[in-house]
């Protein structure tokens, strides 16, 4: 470890009243006042990484490993949690690290329907091993969610934040006492979009001296998700030669008006498809293209039966429509029960994001 004398500056101050002056031999009283240089030698971030917390096992991961840096997906509907891990240190020694604070700017991606604009600052927690009686640090004491320091530092090589000697050097530091291990916690909604967010660490010391900022990145995948309040639709007193309409509305607690509701992190295209009705009479009678639908303003008439019929206009993610479904027998039809199935097909719309490159700020295990 280097290590550096921490720079102070000493102003003296003499104080002697006016009258003081001419009388020798007086005894004076001098003040010191000394001011450590407010802005000192500033810490600088060593390292930094995310990892993914596994709503289903509650472990924390990169779900892809053969993609570089750490990747995991929304719950539909829900909140999910990426943390980010900062080893910060001081030319002044960690102790000038004590009251300051590290801090991660986190920006939106710039693909997809991600707009690059900043997210949200997040406040970082320190979770440094604690110190033995002898003063040494604890690193086979688990830190944080069950892990060891050494398994966070394990898990950032896996994911391709940095190489084996960078984690070696890591570890080495936060065991002499030489670095510090901060986590800061990075709330995901599926309303936010796909793609690879942005983060930016930095950190301050005592008095204030500000670290560069260490950039990488990590990637929301994207994922499809939907709900509907509806798996039947029911026409009623329908009378033939005349349209009857199931009407959607807004509340997806209404199943005899058809709603759906995106969940996902990707705009939604649909597709519909209807098979032909058949009548509860004896023989059956069949009819064909008897069924239209109206999602986002734009009417399918009739349902084709042979192939899939797709809306021009996609539900955005955080959006919840009504779908309107209108049913019409030919003039001659029997009065009857008619059954039939109307199938929709949900796709997600996903634009391309390249990895950034390259995924993080290079590691910097000595004093820039
Ligand atoms: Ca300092
Ligand atoms: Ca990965
Ligand atoms: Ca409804």
Excluded at 144 to 165: C, H, P, Q, S, W
Excluded at 206 to 227: C, D, I, Y
Excluded at 247 to 268: A, C, E, Q, Y
């Amino acid at each position: 470890m280097k290590k550096l004398a921490i720079g102070v500056l000493v102003f003296v101050a003499l104080l002697l009243p006016a009258n003081a002056i001419a009388a020798t031999g007086d005894q004076i009283s001098v003040s010191v006042v000394a001011h450590t240089d407010a802005l000192g030698m500033p810490p600088w971030i060593k390292a930094k990484w995310e990892l993914w917390e596994d709503p289903s096992t509650n472990e924390l991961t990169d779900v892809d490993p053969t993609k570089p840096g750490t990747q995991g997906d929304i719950v539909p509907g829900g909140d999910t949690y990426f943390y980010a891990f900062i080893v910060v240190s001081d030319p002044n020694g960690i102790s000038d690290l004590s009251n300051g604070n590290v801090y991660v700017d986190v920006y939106h991606p710039t693909c997809g329907w991600g707009d690059g604009t900043f997210k949200y600052q997040v406040h970082a927690v320190n979770i440094t091993p604690p110190l033995d009686s002898f003063g040494v640090p604890m690193m086979d004491v688990p830190v944080f969610k069950g892990y060891t320091v050494k398994e966070l530092i394990d898990m950032a090589v896996a994911a391709g934040y940095f190489n084996r000697t960078v984690a070696d050097e890591l570890i080495h530091e936060i065991s002499q006492a030489e670095a510090k291990i901060y986590v800061a916690e990075l709330v995901i909604s599926y309303h936010q979009p796909y793609g690879w967010y942005r983060v930016e660490a930095w950190a301050t010391d005592n008095n204030g001296a500000t670290s560069e900022k260490f950039t990488n990145f990590f990637e929301v995948r994207p994922m499809l998700a939907w709900a509907t309040d509806f798996d039947s639709v029911e026409f009623n007193n329908v009378k033939v030669g005349a349209k009857a309409v199931v009407g959607g509305d807004f509340d997806m607690s209404t199943p005899n008006k058809p709603t759906v509701r995106n969940l996902g992190n990707t705009p939604i295209k649909l597709s519909a498809m209807a098979s032909e009705v058949v009548s509860s009479t004896n023989p059956p009678k069949t009819f064909d293209g008897v069924f239209d639908m109206r999602f986002l303003d734009q009417v399918i008439d009739p349902i084709p039966s042979t192939e899939w019929a797709t809306f021009m206009n996609t539900l955005p993610p955080c959006n919840t429509t009504k779908i309107d479904f209108s049913f019409m027998l030919p003039l001659g039809a029997p009065a009857a029960d008619y059954t039939g199935t109307i199938y929709l097909l949900f796709e997600p719309v996903i634009d391309y994001c390249e990895t950034p490159t390259p995924i993080t700020d290079p590691p910097q295990l000595t004093s820039p």
